[in-house]
């Protein structure tokens, strides 16, 4: 079982520069979100999707644009990528269907950005 | 607006140790409150919390809600170094719309 998979797991931008990291999970979840965590702050959440074609704004979503086109996919944009927007990136998802979710999210490895 | 504070930040214990790692929320529509453990890569699940007063156990670790105080404690007895790690508290929400997490604290146990 894949699980979540994010991709890439390194990258270097300039400032100004778009990028997508792309997220993608085969468990059939209707829920996918993506956080961003930098030391001493936890995770915050920038934007979540409850299904395919509903998306919604996390905690911090400016400079993020997401789409939701498929159940498997949840890509998040940078358009103009700033030096504050360097962090590690997870996507997670969670499943509500049954067999009954432990509530459990299930991570991806993370993807780590920095912004020169 | 929606809010998770844990409590302390950080803390050093020494092996053998017992530590407990507090939580509080503000949440419109709580449904469940979630704990996680985090080393060097994405966070691994602990426990899952929907009633107040029943203490979830795994091992040495254990954790109870108290929704009168909108509270959660995580328990770690005879702690080791391999416990070492940021532990995050997370709330989701009625619909699962939302999962927030709080800020973590990072825990480490010397020898």
């Known amino acids: 079982n894949a699980g979540v998979t994010q991709t890439p797991k390194f990258q270097v931008l300039k400032t100004g520069q778009s990028m997508t990291l792309q997220c993608a999970q085969d468990?059939?979840?209707?829920?996918m979100s993506w956080y961003r965590q930098d030391p001493g702050m936890g995770l915050r959440l920038i934007h979540y999707s409850v299904g395919a074609g509903i998306t919604d704004q996390g905690e911090v979503p400016n400079g993020y644009n997401v789409s939701r086109s498929t159940t498997e996919d949840f890509p998040l944009r940078l358009l103009s990528a700033a030096p504050s927007q360097t962090s590690v990136y997870f996507c997670?998802?969670?499943?509500?269907?049954?067999?009954?979710?432990?509530?459990?999210?299930?991570f991806g490895e993370g993807s780590r950005l920095t912004v020169l | 607006e929606d809010k998770v504070v844990q409590s302390p930040l950080s803390l050093v214990v020494h092996e053998g140790d017992t530590v407990t790692l507090n939580c509080s929320y503000e949440v419109t529509n709580f449904r469940s409150l979630l704990w996680y453990k985090q080393e060097k890569k994405a966070p691994t699940f602990l426990f899952m919390l929907t009633s107040s007063g029943i203490e979830k156990k795994s091992g040495r670790l254990s954790s109870i809600l108290d929704k009168k105080e909108l509270s959660s404690i995580l328990n770690i007895t005879a702690t080791q170094t391999g416990d070492s790690a940021i532990y995050l508290c997370a709330v989701g929400e009625t619909s699962y719309d939302k999962v927030i997490f709080g800020p973590g604290t990072s825990l480490s146990v010397i020898p």
């Open positions: 468990m059939n979840h209707e829920y």
């Open positions: 997670a998802s969670f499943g509500t269907a049954p067999p009954r979710s432990t509530g459990e999210l299930f």
